[in-house]
């Protein structure tokens, strides 16, 4: 007979068993579930401040970590919510509600934020063993292989992205950029097109096409391509000076004007961008004899970047007009008044013509 002791003790510890139960079964996930909701209605600090107060009673539930990491990363303190996701990982009690792969995800984001390629890489590629199916996971590793400019893993990736997806428009975009850039130009047509196709609005797509027309001597049909491309603000800039370069290369420098002074009215900044656009303004301007304005753009980037390209040279040389008012007016004068000049001068010499 087993004493009543033992068998005290026996229920004692079913008990316990059976209320630890209830407990990481029903009162445990109502809890954090509640918590989630007060991440999900925006309150961070409230849901931090909870997580942190369930995490000291129980340290080892997974989902209190993935939440604590979520509202780190909400209130965009990254460095913070690494740590709970790397602790996740740890942990590796994943599950429906909370994929292995999604914990990486998050992950490579942040580490593609603080610019940390190399690492998110590495979380991707993991994804991608995870998610063999998943045709963007293998488009994002290829990204990240172009950004650390290793553009035959990169190109390697993007066609795996189109195997899984032939439409995928950013894959098509990017191997034709890296087919531009080696002087593929057939192969780069090709892509871009394909990106277009299937997004039309693949504003990149656009200006990476109107460049492989302008390569191509197609210049009408690269303008055109241009100015699809600066509908997208953040490249406008890029396209009106590409096309203006268009324009500069086939000799219409009025239009070329046009489209550069277009473009620095869009400006907001000097950057790299303006002052490429200033440079070849001031070409412009130098081969329509219009040398005021052209030593002004000079004048301009060399007030930002003294040494760019040959300004330097390009203001030496018309240094003395920059100082002279009487020789600016006879070397930018039209062609009536160079002749009045001219008489002027002659006359002044007691010579008759």
Known sequence: ???????????????????????????????????????????????????????????????????????????KRYELAIVEYKYVLKLGTFSEQLPEATVRKRLAEIYKKFNQLDEAQKELILVANLEPDN?????????????????????????????????????HYYLGVIYHRVGKLEEAQTELTKAIQYNPKNYKAHLYLGLVYKTLGQYDTASKEFEIASRDSEIKLRALLENGKAFFERGNFTKAITELERAL????????????????????????????????????????????????????????????DRLKDFLTASLSNFQNLCQRVTKALGYDV
């Open 135 to 171: 045709s963007e996971v293998y488009y994002q590793v290829g990204e990240l292989f172009y950004l650390r400019n290793l553009t035959e893993n990169a190109v390697a990736y993007f066609q795996k992205a189109l195997r899984l997806n032939p439409q995928h428009s950013e894959s």
């Open 265 to 324: 009215k869009f400006a907001t900044e000097e950057n790299d961008i303006t002052l490429e656009i200033r440079y070849w303004l001031a070409k412009c301007y130098e081969k329509t004899r219009d040398l005021p304005s052209a030593i002004e753009q000079w004048e301009k980037i060399a007030m930002h970047r003294p040494s760019y390209k040959d300004v330097p040279e390009k203001l030496a040389v018309y240094a003395d007009l920059r100082a002279d």
């Open 1 to 75: 007979m087993v004493p009543l002791t033992v068998l005290g003790l026996i229920v004692v510890i079913l008990l316990v068993l059976y209320i630890s139960f209830i407990i990481r079964t029903y009162i445990f996930p109502r809890k954090i579930n509640q918590i989630a909701k007060l991440l999900e209605s925006g309150n961070t600090r409230a849901a931090i401040k909870a997580l942190k107060a369930f995490i000291a009673k129980n340290e080892r539930n997974i989902m209190a970590h993935w939440y604590l990491g979520e509202a780190y990363y909400r209130e």
